[in-house]
């Protein structure tokens, strides 16, 4: 039988704790803030960051919103970002990726406080993360280690294959698998574009991410017998629906559902658990910054 994971379901259970760290914190009058920062007119990102807003409410976290013009000069999100860094109410900094191409998107990740960065973009949270001694877990990698967990897949030991290799993604993915921490103790091989026979290598894999943005490119011939797939990938199809496109995975769900014993859907796996953990990281700034313990899942 093979399990289908519900991301939404494992997502609220962690939020509950979650929402239970948040009142300790209220006990000790220490309310989360997390701020979000929008220079983009694309209705996706506009979409997201209303999300997490709506997360955060939703969890008694504070949400701070920022809009900046498309074409507002580089210097004055710079400046933005520095008064948030300078803000105590605020935890939490995040700006909404991608941001125009007249702003370099490497700034931005440097001028967000290490402290507050809790995407874990910010170099300094990627050399923690490598070292073993993450400040901050990235959302997506990290709500795919609670979803294996919750779903009693042990990755000590066994060869995980991870299909892409960005920085928000496959990267930070790769370098959980191999800490030596719960979670990971993984033989992790990484693929990307120019990876000879891709095929051979997913075959291979006990764990399989599939984090490529190509539409249902992975299909049951590609895996083995038993292995547990989570599929990263959200990509917008022309469909005969009402919207005229639906959304599919980097797998094809019905042929890899008959190899896998465990299994994410898109959507409704990894989508949900990328937001909880966020909320998770601005729960932890609060309480790294305060100094008031909580006990987070
Ligand atoms: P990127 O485009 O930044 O990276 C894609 C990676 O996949 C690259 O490393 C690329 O290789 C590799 N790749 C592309 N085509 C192939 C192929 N044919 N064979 C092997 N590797 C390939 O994407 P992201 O990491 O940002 O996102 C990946 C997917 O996950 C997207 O669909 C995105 O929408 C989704 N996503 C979902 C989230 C969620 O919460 N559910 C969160 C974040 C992303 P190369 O480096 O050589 O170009």
Do not use: W
């Not at 259970?13 to 006990?27: K, N, P, Q, S």
């Not at 803030?33 to 220079?39: C, D, F, H, K, S």
Request: with cysteine; glycine share 8%.
């Amino acid at each position: 039988m093979t399990r289908v994971l519900d991301g939404n379901a494992i997502g609220d259970r962690i939020r509950e704790d979650l929402r239970g760290c948040v009142e300790t914190l209220a006990d000790a009058d220490v309310r989360p803030g997390l701020a979000t920062v929008l220079i983009s007119e694309d209705p996706a990102s506009a979409t997201y960051v209303s999300m997490k807003q709506d997360a955060c409410e939703d969890l008694g976290i504070e949400s701070f919103h920022h809009e900046l013009d498309t074409d507002a000069p580089a210097q004055r999100l710079y400046d933005r970002i520095d008064e948030l860094n300078d803000d105590p109410s605020v935890h939490g900094i995040l700006v909404q990726m991608p941001v125009p191409d007249h702003v370099d998107d490497r700034t931005v990740l440097e001028r967000v406080a290490p402290e507050k960065d809790v995407d874990g973009f910010h170099p300094e949270n990627v050399g923690r993360l490598v070292a073993g001694n993450a400040r901050y877990k990235p959302a997506t990698p990290h709500g795919i280690q609670k979803l294996l967990a919750a779903a009693d897949v042990d990755t000590e030991g066994k060869d995980a294959v991870v299909v892409g290799r960005s920085d928000i993604v496959g990267k930070p993915m790769a370098n959980l698998l191999i800490q030596k921490d719960e979670g990971g103790n993984a033989t992790v091989t990484v693929c990307h574009s120019r990876t000879k026979d891709l095929s051979e290598k997913t075959r291979g894999a006990d764990v399989l991410i599939a984090a490529a943005g190509v539409p249902e490119m992975i299909d049951g011939s590609m895996l083995s017998e038993g292995v547990a797939v989570v599929d990263v990938g959200v990509n917008r199809v022309d469909a005969d629906t009402e919207k005229g496109y639906e959304l599919v995975g980097d797998v094809e769900f019905e042929s890899a559902r008959e190899k896998a014993s465990v299994i994410t859907p898109v959507p409704g796996g990894v989508g949900p658990m990328t937001i909880t953990m966020l909320l998770y990281n601005t729960v932890k700034a609060a309480s790294r910054r305060s100094g008031v313990e909580v006990d987070l899942p």
